[in-house]
């Protein structure tokens, strides 16, 4: 079964900072990894994919992920954040292999705050 | 022009009531799905169609029933409803494996 973790319920940062949000992931074949975002009261929107090649993956609004696959992990990452970053965010794992290949499992999500 | 849009937005309902959601996707894609999202947040996937074929449908209730009268659209019915089925209700569709586009959302309040 496939399964992700994101550690934190929450993380502050300081306008301007770089902003990491953690996840780790675990599936018995080749993972599909994703980042959402949802803003209150708000559906979720898409950021960001990695499935295969360069292991850092660019996204919407600047941000960017990186795959590790020895740690299993896939951080969300933005190099200097913007108060309109403050939203709920979700990772997410498809294994294309086997009976769940259809199935997107999200993490429980990380709240981001950035203060001004 | 709302990619997926899901009606109503709210209900307010009394434990033992049917209601239902409806879902359309303008997006042309082949999947759908409902996913319930708890008062903690929480995702979890109920329901998937591909093409009006159902593909997955998780360990829900036989009280939820999904309908897939055509592939731009998968309603969401709910029988005899209880406090716990409060939640918000998304329904996304996707082309793209796992690259999901989702509705706002419908908040379900039982009283």
């Known amino acids: 079964a496939q399964s992700v973790a994101q550690p934190e319920d929450q993380v502050n940062v300081a306008e301007g900072n770089p902003l990491t949000v953690k996840c780790t992931y675990s599936v018995s074949g080749n993972p599909y990894l994703f980042w959402y975002v949802q803003y209150p009261n708000r559906g979720l929107q898409f950021l960001l994919k990695y499935i295969t090649g360069d292991n850092l993956v660019k996204g919407s609004y600047g941000f960017e992920a990186e795959f590790n696959k020895s740690q299993t992990s896939f951080h969300l990452k933005k190099p200097s954040a913007l108060v309109s970053d403050s939203a709920l965010y979700f990772c997410?794992?498809?294994?294309?292999?086997?009976?769940?290949?259809?199935?997107?499992?999200f993490g429980k999500g990380t709240k981001l705050s950035v203060i001004p | 022009d709302t990619a997926v849009s899901q009606t109503p937005k709210y209900l307010v309902t009394q434990m033992g009531n049917d209601k239902s959601i409806k879902c359309e996707q303008n997006?042309?894609?082949?999947?759908m799905y409902w996913y319930k999202q708890d008062s903690k947040k929480f995702l979890k996937i109920m329901f998937s169609?591909?093409?009006?074929?159902?593909?997955i449908n998780e360990t829900v209730p036989n009280r939820f029933s999904p309908k897939s009268p055509d592939k731009a659209h998968l309603n969401l019915h709910i029988n005899s409803l209880e406090l716990g089925d409060s939640a918000v209700y998304f329904c996304a569709s996707s082309q793209a494996p796992g690259e999901l586009f989702f509705g706002e959302g419908s908040r379900l309040t039982v009283l």
């Open positions: 169609y591909n093409n009006k074929e159902l593909i």
């Open positions: 997410a794992v498809r294994d294309p292999s086997g009976a769940g290949s259809y199935q997107l499992t």
């Open positions: 997006l042309g894609h082949d999947t």
